[in-house]
């Protein structure tokens, strides 16, 4: 009209342009009320109720009730019920597999017919009647055939879960499709990347992960299923990621029903940290039979230590003992030195990026040397060119020369 407000004349004239006929038609009042949702909720009519109504936004033909397909729970005795709160994504996948099918629980339908503002669309405040006059209720409620309580049906017409009450009215309305969700990345090193993922889970069954735009996996959001799982956050860790890479993460929501649009975005691992580890267990390095103005020695066994990350140069330097004996060290990165390799170097370089380094020590005791009491010697691995300086200095060696 729109109807004037309240304190204006209202003429029948403009009530029945309003509905799309002849302004001279014969109008009766309880046919009019009839025809505007909820002006009959107290059972009385007034032309003052008719006051600033309009329908002129929606698409639908005003003045009628359209069929909509409704999907509910029929107990094994019988029973009519909605689907409980807890049980909602069953409801949008028109599925009975969180009821007691073991006790004959089963889903079922019926049409019915709503005062629906858009054509086959449904909105809180809509109100579900058994005809399409408008004339009495939809049985689908509670005080009706459902028991006193909260109850859910499912509106195929629509697409829609939504909670009816008693006087048949229609709230919490929430599409059957999962909503989109969204996801951070709250943790990261050189081969994982954690994501948190935060999304209404009313009707979401499965998280649905992608890396790359293939799938990886399919996780159980931490909660669903209820009207309040609104803002759920769910956690995922990506492993066996490559350092210092980039990759586009994907997450969507599905059901049995369908599912949501892919959400995507990029995120990175941390590149690799340069570090020592399996660095050889402290050992003796003891001459005890050392003979005076005679050179001595004594080489170690074959050892190994590890590193990992991106390196460059591997720098071994060996703390010296008391007086003038020496101790060398000799390293390979393709296999044991050996008792033949050149041991004249006491903090040898080489070119060592990752992996396995070989070495072993030489205790040499020079012909004019001094005997010396038992000393630990620190042994300090360092590499350094790659993306970053790795440093150990766990190792020591404890020598000794006693002579004869």
């Given at each position: 009209?729109?109807?004037?407000?309240?304190?204006?004349?209202?003429?029948?004239?403009?009530?029945?342009?309003?509905?799309?006929?002849?302004?001279?038609?014969?109008?009766?009042?309880?046919?009019?009320?009839?025809?505007?949702?909820?002006?009959?909720?107290?059972?009385?009519?007034?032309?003052?109720?008719?006051?600033?109504?309009?329908?002129?936004?929606?698409?639908?033909?005003?003045?009628?009730?359209?069929?909509?397909?409704?999907?509910?729970?029929?107990?094994?005795?019988?029973?009519?019920?909605?689907?409980?709160?807890?049980?909602?994504?069953?409801?949008?996948?028109?599925?009975?597999?969180?009821?007691?099918?073991?006790?004959?629980?089963?889903?079922?339908?019926?049409?019915?017919?709503?005062?629906?503002?858009?054509?086959?669309?449904?909105?809180?405040?809509?109100?579900?009647?058994?005809?399409?006059?408008?004339?009495?209720?939809?049985?689908?409620?509670?005080?009706?055939?459902?028991?006193?309580?909260?109850h859910f049906m499912l509106d195929t017409t629509a697409n829609d879960i939504f909670q009816i009450d008693s006087n048949a009215d229609v709230s919490n309305v929430v599409s059957r499709v999962p909503s989109n969700p969204s996801h951070s990345m709250t943790a990261r090193d050189n081969d994982?990347?954690?994501?948190?993922?935060?999304?209404?889970?009313?009707?979401?069954?499965?998280?649905?992960?992608?890396?790359?735009?293939?799938?990886?996996?399919?996780?159980?959001?931490?909660?669903?299923?209820?009207?309040?799982?609104?803002?759920?956050?769910?956690?995922?860790?990506?492993?066996?990621?490559?350092?210092?890479?980039?990759?586009?993460?994907?997450?969507?929501?599905?059901?049995?029903?369908?599912?949501?649009?892919?959400?995507?975005?990029?995120?990175?691992?941390?590149?690799?940290?340069?570090?020592?580890?399996?660095?050889?267990?402290?050992?003796?390095?003891?001459?005890?039979?050392?003979?005076?103005?005679?050179?001595?020695?004594?080489?170690?066994?074959?050892?190994?230590?590890?590193?990992?990350?991106?390196?460059?140069?591997?720098?071994?330097?060996?703390?010296?003992?008391?007086?003038?004996?020496?101790?060398?060290?000799?390293?390979?990165?393709?296999?044991?030195?050996?008792?033949?390799?050149?041991?004249?170097?006491?903090?040898?370089?080489?070119?060592?990026?990752?992996?396995?380094?070989?070495?072993?020590?030489?205790l040499v005791e020079p012909n004019n040397s001094s005997p010396f009491s038992a000393e630990d010697l620190t042994i300090t691995f360092t590499n350094t060119g790659g993306s970053s300086t790795a440093t150990n200095n766990t190792l020591q060696i404890n020598a000794k020369i006693v002579e004869?």
């Amino acid at each position: 009209m729109p109807i004037k407000d309240a304190g204006a004349s209202l003429s029948f004239s403009e009530i029945n342009d309003e509905l799309g006929e002849s302004s001279t038609n014969t109008l009766d009042i309880l046919s009019a009320a009839q025809q505007f949702t909820g002006l009959l909720d107290d059972d009385s009519i007034s032309m003052n109720e008719f006051y600033g109504l309009t329908f002129q936004a929606g698409s639908g033909t005003y003045g009628t009730r359209n069929s909509h397909a409704f999907r509910f729970v029929v107990e094994g005795d019988g029973t009519k019920k909605g689907f409980a709160d807890g049980q909602l994504v069953d409801a949008a996948e028109n599925d009975d597999t969180g009821l007691n099918t073991a006790a004959g629980d089963a889903v079922s339908g019926q049409s019915d017919f709503v005062d629906d503002y858009i054509n086959n669309d449904l909105t809180n405040g809509d109100t579900v009647f058994a005809n399409s006059t408008g004339t009495t209720l939809t049985n689908l409620r509670p005080g009706g055939d459902f028991a006193s309580g909260t109850h859910f049906m499912l509106d195929t017409t629509a697409n829609d879960i939504f909670q009816i009450d008693s006087n048949a009215d229609v709230s919490n309305v929430v599409s059957r499709v999962p909503s989109n969700p969204s996801h951070s990345m709250t943790a990261r090193d050189n081969d994982e990347i954690t994501i948190k993922i935060t999304s209404d889970t009313i009707v979401t069954r499965d998280l649905l992960l992608y890396r790359g735009g293939t799938f990886i996996d399919n996780i159980l959001p931490t909660s669903s299923g209820s009207i309040g799982n609104t803002g759920i956050d769910t956690n995922f860790t990506y492993t066996g990621l490559s350092a210092g890479t980039s990759y586009t993460i994907g997450v969507r929501q599905a059901n049995t029903h369908d599912s949501s649009s892919l959400i995507t975005a990029d995120y990175s691992t941390t590149a690799a940290t340069t570090a020592w580890s399996s660095v050889p267990a402290d050992f003796n390095l003891h001459i005890e039979d050392a003979t005076d103005g005679f050179p001595d020695s004594l080489l170690s066994g074959a050892l190994t230590a590890t590193l990992t990350g991106t390196g460059g140069t591997t720098q071994v330097t060996c703390q010296q003992p008391t007086g003038n004996a020496e101790l060398f060290v000799a390293l390979s990165t393709s296999g044991d030195p050996g008792a033949g390799a050149t041991y004249n170097a006491t903090n040898p370089t080489i070119s060592h990026t990752s992996g396995t380094l070989h070495m072993r020590f030489k205790l040499v005791e020079p012909n004019n040397s001094s005997p010396f009491s038992a000393e630990d010697l620190t042994i300090t691995f360092t590499n350094t060119g790659g993306s970053s300086t790795a440093t150990n200095n766990t190792l020591q060696i404890n020598a000794k020369i006693v002579e004869r």
